[in-house]
């Protein structure tokens, strides 16, 4: 594993895991909670958003 790398992968968890448990939270603030738990680079952050993005959201 690279260095660096841990983080983003516990945060996309995490992320996941909030949405499973709440399908309709706020994505936006779900990013910003992660990127401070996990203490991600605005790169890191922004990768969040387009991870986000491309899964689309639960209909």
């Known amino acids: 594993m690279a260095a660096g790398e841990a983080p983003i992968k516990?945060?996309?968890?995490?992320?996941?895991?909030?949405?499973?448990?709440?399908?309709?939270?706020?994505?936006?603030?779900?990013?910003?909670?992660?990127?401070?738990?996990y203490d991600l680079s605005p790169l890191d952050t922004d990768f969040l958003f387009r991870h986000l993005a491309q899964r689309g959201k639960p209909k």
Do not use: F
């Open 10 to 37: 516990q945060a996309v968890q995490w992320i996941d895991d909030q949405l499973a448990d709440n399908p309709s939270a706020d994505r936006v603030k779900l990013v910003d909670e992660a990127a401070r738990r």
